[in-house]
T-cell receptor, first 113, second 110 residues
Framework: DSGVTQTPKHLITATGQRVTLRCSPR?????VYWYQQSLDQGLQFLIQ???????AKGNILERFSAQQFPDLHSELNLSSLELGDSALYFC????????????FGEGSRLTVL | KNEVEQSPQNLTAQEGEFITINCSYS?????LHWLQQHPGGGIVSLFM???GKKKHGRLIATINIQEKHSSLHITASHPRDSAVYIC????????????FGTGTRLKVLA
């Protein structure tokens, strides 16, 4: 158990809808990272927050947004969903803002029909 | 050409064999991670390297910053080592990001 909790584990929704994925980091970790893993693209870095502020941004679509709350949990919001958004979404947390070790949650599997 | 390349893409070994997985990258990095993803999908971070070598049990990871290359070695491989091993780098240029290799699928036969 990595100590990182992601909910929901599975989610099925329709195109055009909006979903929110939630991540609770390990106790004491200030950094939260979001990744997308789809069958054709492999793992892709989406975004990182550190102590409530956006720290780094990867290949995150404009339809997607994220935030980290004062209690350090984070949410990834996906809107106007398309079939291609079907993927595993992983959250990871770490102590430091930059080069610390990463601890991954079990992922949220999103299926868009 | 991908900025992070792994080889081999697939690897089948017999139990007990010494295994090497390679990762080459073409960008400036501040850290390199080796990740293990089991068939169930969960990801475990094995190592985080910025220089030199690290060892944990039967796993050894090395990095050569000048050559932009890292290797993950598994000694005395076991069927439970069967997984996908992924190399990920944290870039240094501008607003940093993580770039992942496509992974090496390892199968260790009993």
């Amino acid at each position: 158990d990595s100590g990182v909790t992601q909910t929901p584990k599975h989610l099925i929704t329709a195109t055009g809808q909006r979903v929110t994925l939630r991540c609770s980091p390990r106790s004491g970790d200030l950094s939260v990272y979001w990744y997308q893993q789809s069958l054709d693209q492999g793992l892709q870095f989406l975004i990182q927050y550190y102590n409530g502020e956006e720290r780094a941004k990867g290949n995150i679509l404009e339809r997607f947004s994220a935030q980290q709350f004062p209690d350090l949990h984070s949410e990834l919001n996906l809107s106007s969903l398309e079939l291609g958004d079907s993927a595993l979404y992983f959250c990871a947390s770490g102590l430091a803002g930059s080069t610390g070790e990463l601890f991954f949650g079990e992922g949220s599997r999103l299926t868009v029909l | 050409k991908n900025e992070v390349e792994q080889s081999p893409q697939n690897l089948t070994a017999q139990e007990g064999e010494f295994i090497t997985i390679n990762c080459s990258y073409s960008v400036g990095i501040s850290a390199l991670h080796w990740l293990q993803q089991h068939p169930g999908g969960g990801i475990v971070s094995l190592f985080m390297l910025s220089s030199g070598k690290k060892k944990h049990g039967r796993l050894i990871a090395t990095i050569n910053i000048q050559e932009k290359h890292s290797s993950l070695h598994i000694t005395a491989s076991h069927p439970r080592d069967s997984a996908v091993y992924i190399c990920a780098v944290r870039t240094t240029s501008g607003t940093y990001k993580y770039i992942f290799g496509t992974g090496t699928r390892l199968k260790v036969l009993a």
